[in-house]
């Protein structure tokens, strides 16, 4: 029988293994309202002048909870306290960001598409980002898409190195040590500089083999969104600079990013009482996520006394899912999908004259950008666990062409102890969507019939004001009105018509969300704290179906209130302490009164509490996540009852001689339960969430 580690045991190795010439660990970083965020502005503005709710997420955090094999979803799903839990598999489907979609970006450029994937947490490893910043609440400023805020992921660049190394192993094991279920991790990163060029770039391979419950059972995979085990990921990035002058610069950045399933096991589909992984599968081109983006970026500090950002990029993402179930006469077919996206942003920094002795300055400028997507599905011929094409492939919704054009400003006034910033963003979007034949008309009758092209014009003009009084120099107050915009997932939605649908009638079923907040935070020497209260509103509901399985389009009022707080506390100059706390309620006016929205929607209130111990050789932290059982959705026939559940983690490090040592035990109470994407939309039998496993990683710099 295979031989349980117990956690304390390799929190305690790493005790021991300290050495007093190592390097001084880094500090825990926490929110500092003196510290700059370019999100929430589209420049550089202290969280301290900024009306919303912010996070910054930063390089030793991001570390810290990344063990080997991890991905992002699970690393904001533990630190942010209104994004839903993680589902531990390819997707993030269904972590929302305050009861809404939420925008993506890396490096200010969105991962979003009209046809939504939701891999977009799925696009870069975490050993190659420098720091995150998560902007809560509707906004404007950014455009479509930002309904529920904006995550952005600020990729790592030359830190002013002639020439700097930096190398990582890792590896992931259940507890038993069984070797079908290791995970093993290599990066290695490469910075410099020479004269007025600097660069630097990075490689991350991660192989993920098998994944193991509570009991020590092999975990089905989910043929629906797709899963972590018996996956291969890589992350190339490359990022060059080049100073044209006193302030001024241009960079250009790549990336290749692929993660790939090459598995032959599958969720059982004779065992329907049981989710049992079973060994058999044949199927030759699997689930995968590939993104490929170029960014090229020209900054200038002092054009005519203001501040000139030019931004042009392309972007390239593929998808693919598992065949995973039948679907009428269409019978089964596997989902590609892909989008080509381009685009320009130019932003300017103008500082505005004085009234009194009050200062302020302006953010204006332009972004268009233009997608193509395609969505296609081979046909399957299914003979137990073997899967063969028939080379019937299906349209899963039209070709979509996306152009938008946008144009905003954003003026911000600084009177005392008083800031106040607002804005208007107006976007003017174009889709164009070619005949097709219709895939709903053969699920539902098996004939094929063109479903007419078309054309559809959507405008928006976006508001926000918001303001923040200085209470002390510790401490403010802020509130603020943001308008977001996004539009119906128009490929997939139509996926599911026959020929006779109007197209015109989903010019109707833009989703405008009006966001409202009131906050307050504090940032003392032993204290740092945030508590919000937001509700967001729209005339427009788009929601997942999880008993039918189709996208809705509905015209009718939906609403989400929520409460959020966070609390850090230093007990001591080594131990320190804290937690957060969301709670979310999101209805939808139906039938003459107020449903509750599924949990693929809305989470469940969630807990999340640490305490840590931090020398200057090693560091010891200890967190719980509780998330609360949900049945408001179910009592209302609106979507499933899901059952609560608690984890542990046990995470530390250890500065060696040379390099750094770092643990993990993830689950390490061994808890038995399904993830709460699973339990609101998989298909039953629902499969267990990981058991205890252990993670270790030594990384140095050369």
Known sequence: MPYT??????????????????????????????????????????????????????????????????????????????????????SNFGQTLRGRNML????????????????????????????????????????????????????????????????????TSPDTLHRG?????????????????????????????????????????????????????????????????????LTLSLQDYKDRQDTD???????????????????????????????????????????????????????????????GHAGVASTTSTQNVYGLRAAVET?????????????WGADYSNEHARQRGDHYLVDGLTYRKTGIRYELGPDLTTQTRALFAQPAWYWGDWTLRGGVRHERINSEIADSIAYGEIVQTGQRAVLPGDTLDYNATLYNLGMVYQLTDQQNVFTNFSQGFSLPDIQRFMRDVTSS?????????????????????????????????????SDVTQFYDAQARVLRLINQRERVRGFEMSVDHSLNEQWRAGGTYAWTKGETYQRGKWLDLPATRIAPPKTTAYVSYQSSTYD????????????????????RRTKGYLTMDLIGGVALPVGRLEAGVYNA????????????NATAPYANAQGRTLSLAYSADW
């Open 104 to 171: 993506v970006l890396i490096d200010g450029v969105s991962q979003n598409a009209t046809r939504d994937n939701f891999r977009q947490l799925n696009s870069i490893a975490p050993n190659s980002i420098e720091r995150i910043e998560v902007i809560s609440g509707a906004t404007s400023i950014y455009g479509a898409g930002a309904s529920g805020g904006i995550i952005n992921i600020i990729t790592k660049r030359n830190s002013d190195a002639d020439l700097l190394l930096h190398s990582k192993i890792g590896l």
């Open 351 to 363: 500082e505005l004259p004085g009234i009194g002795a009050s200062s302020g300055d302006l953010v």
């Open 5 to 90: 580690i117990r956690p304390v045991w390799l929190l305690t190795i790493l005790t021991l293994c300290t050495d007093s010439r190592a390097s001084e660990m880094e500090k825990e970083a926490f929110l500092s309202l003196d510290a700059s965020v370019v999100s929430a502005t589209r420049t550089q503005a202290s969280i301290a002048s900024i009306p919303g709710s912010i996070q910054v997420i930063d390089e030793y955090q991001i570390r810290q909870q990344a063990g080997t094999g991890r991905r992002l979803s699970d690393v904001l799903g533990q630190l942010v306290p209104s994004l839903s839990p993680s589902s531990g598999g390819m």
């Open 620 to 639: 010891l932290r200890a967190q719980a996540m509780r998330l609360s059982s949900y049945g408001a959705a179910a009592r209302d026939h609106n979507g």
């Open 501 to 537: 649908f109007d197209i015109q009638t989903l010019n109707a079923q833009a989703i405008k969300v009006d966001s409202y907040e009131l906050g307050w935070r504090g940032d003392w020497s032993n204290w740092q704290g945030r508590v919000s209260a937001y509700q967001n509103t």
């Open 181 to 249: 279920g290791l995970a093993y991790e290599f990066f290695q990163s490469a910075t410099g500089r020479h004269g007025p060029l600097d660069w630097y770039g990075s490689g991350n391979l991660i192989q993920r083999n098998d994944q193991y419950d509570a009991s020590h059972a092999r975990i089905p995979q989910d043929t629906s969104q797709g899963s972590s085990m018996d996956t291969q990921t890589y992350d190339l990035q490359t990022r060059w600079g080049l100073a044209l002058g006193e302030d001024r610069n």
């Open 265 to 327: 096991y599958t969720k059982d589909p004779r065992n329907k009482t049981r989710p049992v992984a079973v060994k058999g599968l044949y199927l030759k081109e699997q689930p995968y996520t590939h993104n490929q983006a170029i960014n090229l970026n020209y900054r200038e500090g002092d054009f005519y006394g203001q501040t000139v950002q030019l931004e042009t990029y392309w972007r390239k993402a593929d998808a693919r899912f598992f065949p995973d179930r039948k679907r």
């Open 669 to 680: 109470t061994n808890t038995k339960y399904q993830t709460l994407l699973t339990q609101a």
